[in-house]
């Protein structure tokens, strides 16, 4: 199994950015997928996730209405679009799979990529 994220970068504040995972290795409609993330000094966050087939979305309190998750099952892709940008939502964004919903702080997911870094400037 592998996932691989990309799209991360600098940002200022208030504007956006689109994270893609690209997926292989695992029959997709089995898991869900989320993202996570992780800023300096601090432990895992859940961002937000998404069920196997796409119907079903959750996000965290602190990103709803500002970040969407999609995913396209053929394709084997996860996305994150990210507008309304704040400086504390620096930190590196990982995509995970997982055959349950893991939306707690610090949760251990089956397979997780190796991030991508964003970085949002006030």
């Known amino acids: 199994v592998r996932l691989l994220e990309s799209g991360g970068g600098s940002v200022q504040a208030g504007g956006s950015l689109r994270l893609s995972c690209a997926v292989s290795?695992?029959?997709?409609?089995?898991?869900?997928l989320h993202w996570a993330r992780q800023a300096p000094g601090k432990g895992l966050e859940w961002v937000a996730s998404?069920?196997?087939?796409?119907?079903?979305?959750y996000y965290h309190d602190a990103v709803q209405g500002r970040f969407t998750i999609s995913r396209n099952n053929d394709k084997m892709t996860l996305s994150l679009q990210m507008v309304a940008l704040k400086s504390e939502d620096t930190a590196r964004y990982y995509c995970?799979?997982?055959?349950?919903?893991?939306?707690?702080?610090?949760?251990?997911?089956?397979?997780r990529g190796p991030g991508t870094q964003v970085t949002v400037s006030s």
């Open positions: 995970a799979a997982d055959r349950d919903l893991k939306d707690t702080p610090n949760a251990h997911y089956q397979f």
């Open positions: 290795g695992l029959n997709p409609n089995l898991y869900y």
């Open positions: 998404i069920s196997s087939g796409g119907t079903f979305k």
